[in-house]
């Protein structure tokens, strides 16, 4: 008898990586709206809204490969959480911040990235270990 957490489709591991990833994409397109200004252009909006959203769009294809592929969103969830405190911190350090203050305000974002990217690989491994089991 196939249960609620031993499916292909079910289990918090499962879905966990998937709706945060979700939750996590639509959150980060919120700060692209900072654009929208008094006194700019409708064009100048839309060329703003384009590149604040690169990530976003970036991050939400890999989610939807990363629906099949959960190594796909381990590797890339956790790699945008690399690069996000790098070129913050970067940036900071250029703009005179002290890096320990850099640093703790990146990772508020990026441990969400790094624990989404966990998730993923937790399912993965969940798979790879299931998939590998002979039956008897």
Same mark, same amino acid.
Request: aromatic share 14%; hydrophobic share 60%.
């Given at each position: 008898m196939k249960t609620q957490h031993d =499916?292909? !489709? +079910? +289990? #918090?591991?499962?879905?966990?990586p998937r709706v945060a990833s979700i939750v996590f994409?639509? #959150? *980060? !397109? %919120? #700060?692209s709206l900072d654009v929208i200004e008094p006194g700019r252009s409708i064009g100048e909006i839309a060329v703003g809204l384009l590149m604040h959203?690169?990530?976003? #769009? %970036?991050? =939400?294809? *890999?989610t939807a490969v990363a629906w099949k592929h959960g190594i796909v969103g381990g590797i890339a969830f956790i790699s945008a959480g690399v690069l996000y405190i790098a070129l913050v911190s970067v940036q900071g350090? /250029? +703009? =005179?911040?002290?890096? /320990? %203050?850099? *640093?703790?305000? !990146?990772?508020?974002?990026? =441990? %969400?990235?790094f624990i989404i990217g966990g998730l993923y690989i937790a399912d993965w491994r969940r798979e790879q270990k299931k998939n590998s089991v002979l039956p008897s």
């Open positions: =499916g292909k !489709s +079910g +289990g #918090f591991v499962h879905w966990a994409v639509l #959150f *980060l !397109s %919120i #700060f959203n690169i990530p976003v #769009f %970036i991050l =939400g294809t *890999l350090v /250029r +703009g =005179g911040l002290d890096w /320990r %203050i850099v *640093l703790a305000w !990146s990772a508020q974002i990026a =441990g %969400i990235a």
